[in-house]
């Protein structure tokens, strides 16, 4: 067997194996360059309709004119034959001598790939956001107590000798953040700001 021969014959190996990888969504096309009439030497996937046998693509026709062609075209935009828009590569196989003999290309369906692309926008679009900011996340006592004290010490105070209107704010704050719906925030609150339980009900009307 000819060096030629056993480049094409494991390249068919890959053609095949790439293929079935990807059924339905993309062809892969092996061409035998030494023989342009009838390059095509395996095909799977079978997108373009094309068959063992077809003739050389005008690209197949350009590598084995030019020996100075790139080896491996990448992602170039392509079209199947009914219009289905196609993401294209195309390796070149030389031989010891520097000689095209072959190439590998695949020719990726992205029609469906763009309708997809379009729902997942679609779905994750959305509105304007609510009046409120939420939270995702579930709250703890531990961050009750962290935000009761970070908001006296930026004012000056402990928790306990905030003035009754800062201390009546922040209760309002709490509650609309969600806080005083924790198991025994209220208690807590209390024990924080130095309050009965009567203040906390009374700031929050």
Known sequence: MTEDELLLREAEKIAHAVGRMFPGLCEVVLHDLRDPAHAVRAIEGGLSGRAVGDPATELGLA?????????????YPNRFPDGRPAKSTSIGIRNAE???????????????????????TRLARTDDPPPLA????????????????DYATERGHTPRTLPTAAKKELVRS???????????AVPALTDLLGISRASVYNYLR
């Open 63 to 75: 590598r084995i004119a030019d020996p100075g062609f790139p080896d491996v075209l990448q992602n």
């Open 98 to 120: 520097g000689e095209y003999v072959a190439a590998l290309c695949l020719n990726l369906d992205v029609s469906l790939l763009g309708s997809a692309a379009q729902a997942l």
């Open 134 to 149: 939420e939270t995702l996340r579930a709250r703890t006592s531990d961050e009750l107590r962290a935000l009761v004290e």
């Open 174 to 184: 709490l509650k609309a953040r969600g806080f005083l719906e924790l198991k025994n």
